[in-house]
Nanobody
Framework: QVQLVESGGGLVQPGGSLRLSCAAS????????MGWYRQAPGKQRELVAT???????NYADSVKGRFTISRDNAKYTVYLQMNGLKPEDTAVYYC?????????????WGQGTRVTVSS
C-alpha cells in the first residue's frame, strides 16, 4: 500500500542541472528519513544523499558542493537539486524512505528515475 512517486529525471548536457522529486503516500506509520540512491550501469547501488525529518543531512563525497537535498515533511516529499552535472552522474536514481532508526523499521523504495548526462 506504500507508493513512492519519482519525477525529474532526463537527459542533460554536462554542466547542466536537474531537480528530482519524490512523494510518499499510503500506509506509512512514520518517517525517520528520506533520501536518494543511484545505480550506474555495471555498478553497485550507492548512497547519494539523505535527510531526516529533523533536518540532518548526509552526502556522498562525490556530490558534495553540487547536489542539495531538501524535504517538505507536511507533504511527505523529498527533493534533490543537482547542479554541475557530470557524465559520471549518469545512473538510475532511487527514492528511499526509512520508517524509523531501528534495523527492523520498514524501508521503502521507488522504481527509479533515469538521469543521463551526455553531450
Amino acid at each position: 500500500q506504500v507508493q513512492l512517486v519519482e519525477s525529474g529525471g532526463g537527459l542533460v548536457q554536462p554542466g547542466g542541472s536537474l531537480r528530482l522529486s519524490c512523494a510518499a503516500s499510503g500506509s506509512i506509520f512514520s518517517i525517520y528519513a528520506m533520501g536518494w540512491y543511484r545505480q550506474a550501469p555495471g555498478k553497485q547501488r550507492e548512497l547519494v544523499a539523505t535527510i531526516t525529518t529533523r533536518g540532518r543531512t548526509n552526502y556522498a563525497d562525490s556530490v558534495k558542493g553540487r547536489f542539495t537535498i531538501s524535504r517538505d515533511n507536511a507533504k511527505y516529499t523529498v527533493y534533490l537539486q543537482m547542479n554541475g552535472l557530470k557524465p559520471e552522474d549518469t545512473a538510475v536514481y532511487y527514492c528511499n524512505v526509512k520508517g524509523g532508526v531501528a534495523i527492523e523499521s520498514p524501508d521503502y523504495w521507488g522504481q527509479g528515475t533515469r538521469v543521463t548526462v551526455s553531450s
